[in-house]
């Protein structure tokens, strides 16, 4: 069928008819039958997948050479019992040639065999199952039930409605009933981010929303690290174990840890409060967060992703991905001047090209998940901010546009799914959603999922990817990205509440636990949203 559509859109696009559903499908098809990332492409020195329970592209895997075998022989079985075979000279080989011929949503299991000059088997070179997703099918999905920039200023005033929220402007200081605080620099930085960004948005709440981030700033900057210690000037990653009880990373070995991502997410949002509000001191405390990553930049341009508080020394062998970091000293050295600021960040992206945008090992660093080994905990957020940022600096450079559309087609193939990847009784993948009664069943129809260790639909990510499409379509104006911005877009509004919530956890399971809901996500969307509400060419039901 896919192969039909293919010749449909395009005898459909020579007549003058792009944009349709039906070209657009067609598109979508062809797309889906890239291999995503395969072995040798841009010095590609493994294949990345070894983790991977489900596929939408054509994957290729990490089977070995048979002794005495001249070329292989796959054979591929899909959910439904249709076998298929291919042939290679390689155990490697993408199985492109079969993929339009399996079923979708169901389980495929692949088996490589040597086989020798004679034609004889000769030996296993390998066999995996996995499950194979459902492509992107423009023009089926349900379309947003309200504008986009409707819903991100509702959103908005939810988040500044909130308790929590409320609670830092009257008190100055984090609500100790809402236990998403336990992680001060990445809570309390986003809700600066927000509350700045919010009163730009609400000029009649403006006062109070500045107001919310000042007190808010200056309780981070109140518990951050002193001068004279090794992390000088970092707020901390963990605080008040008692208030978020089953919180992964908050457990007495966390304490006194620092993530050494997060306080870049603090000294950003200090630029942005000083921005709004001219108090230098900001300024000073954003400046204090960049002295220190100079001090312990390695000669690699990045750092330890978590040390001891006390005495800088790492707990693993783990980098931090300084994307974010560079980010930041970027920004600061625009703001100051200052060039060793600068070569800073130069060397922390030179890290990224030569490293994850190489190798392709997209580590998930998250404060509330356990450090994992190459390849374990694969997440989009960081390919997807790296995209974000060459696009911006380079969009016109042919290598950064295919770098991109690389990192656009892992994200879809990893964490996208545009049903859900299970079968009518809730099996599929992975046998829950989270170690309790959040099964598939309880998931939306569509969303982006996290990391490999928390493979679950959330806000932020379908923010993360609504952007990167974006991205990608300002600079080719290709319209599949508009499309699946939009679809993914829209189902972010259609999961939203009426009072603005937008659930971090889209799992029914959550519906009801407004408390589960972590603020720095919302903010997250309501930006999403209010990017892609913004764009003027959109039709004015969509705005």
Not at 325 to 348: M, N
Not at 432 to 444: F, M, Q, S, V
Request: net charge neutral.
């Amino acid at each position: 069928m896919d192969k039909i559509l293919i010749l449909i859109g395009a005898l459909a696009a020579s007549a003058g008819f792009a944009g349709t559903d039906c070209e657009l499908d067609a598109k979508a098809a062809a797309e889906a039958l890239h291999v995503v990332r395969e072995l040798g492409v841009d010095g590609q020195p493994a294949i990345w997948n070894g983790h991977a329970v489900q596929f939408m592209y054509p994957p290729q895997f990490d089977f070995k050479p048979v002794d005495g075998a001249v070329k292989y022989r796959f054979t591929v079985i899909d959910d439904v019992h249709h076998a298929f075979t291919m042939e290679d000279a390689r155990p490697t080989a993408p199985l492109t040639p079969v993929w339009t011929n399996l079923t979708e949503n169901g389980f495929v299991t692949v088996t490589a065999t040597g086989v020798d000059a004679k034609g004889r088997d000769c030996g296993l070179a390998g066999t995996r199952r996995f499950w194979k997703l459902a492509r992107f099918r423009p023009g089926t999905y349900p379309k947003a039930r309200r504008g986009y920039l409707e819903a991100s200023r509702m959103a908005f005033d939810y988040v500044f409605e909130r308790p929590s929220t409320q609670y830092f402007l009257k008190y100055g200081k984090p609500d100790p009933e809402y236990g998403l605080n336990a992680y001060p620099a990445r809570m309390h930085a986003g809700l600066i981010c927000g509350m700045v960004r919010y009163a730009k948005v609400r000029p009649d709440r403006a006062a109070d929303a500045l107001k919310v981030a000042r007190n808010a700033a200056d309780y981070l900057i109140s518990i951050s690290l002193p001068a004279d210690a090794v992390l000088a000037h970092f707020p901390p990653t963990y605080d008040n174990p008692k208030a978020g009880p089953g919180l992964g990373g908050v457990g007495p070995s966390s304490q006194g840890k620092n993530m050494l991502i997060y306080p870049a997410s603090a000294g950003t949002a200090y630029l942005d409060l000083y921005a709004a509000c001219g108090d230098a001191k900001y300024l000073e405390a954003a400046k204090g967060i960049a002295e220190t990553y100079l001090k312990i930049q390695g000669k690699d341009g990045t750092c330890a992703l978590k040390v001891d508080e006390k005495t800088g020394e790492p707990v693993s062998a783990n980098r931090a991905f300084p994307l974010g970091i560079c980010t930041f000293l970027e920004r600061l050295a625009a703001q100051t001047g200052r060039g060793d600021f600068r070569a800073a960040a130069a060397r922390g992206l030179d890290y990224v090209l030569k490293g994850p945008a190489r190798d392709w090992n997209w580590e998930g660093q998250f404060e509330d998940t356990e450090l994992a080994g190459k390849y374990v905990n694969q997440t989009k957020h960081p390919p997807c901010d790296t995209a974000l940022y060459l696009l911006g600096q380079r969009g016109k450079d042919e290598w950064v546009r295919r770098f991109a559309r690389e990192v656009l087609r892992f994200a879809e193939d990893q964490f996208i799914f545009w049903e859900r990847p299970c079968r009518e009784d809730g099996t599929g993948p992975i046998s829950k959603a989270r170690g309790n009664d959040a099964e598939y069943l309880t998931w939306c129809k569509l969303g982006v999922l996290e990391q490999y260790k928390c493979y679950v639909p959330i806000d932020a990510s379908a923010a993360k990817l609504v952007r990167t499409y974006l991205a990608m379509w300002r600079e080719t104006g290709d319209a599949l990205d508009l499309a699946k911005a939009r679809t993914i877009a829209d189902a972010m509004v259609n999961r939203q509440f009426d009072n603005g919530r937008i659930p971090t956890f889209w799992a029914d399971y959550y519906l009801d636990k407004p408390q589960s809901d972590w603020m720095n996500c919302t903010i997250e969307s309501a930006l999403a949203l209010e990017e892609i509400g913004e764009i003027r060419s959109l039709p004015l039901s969509d705005m």
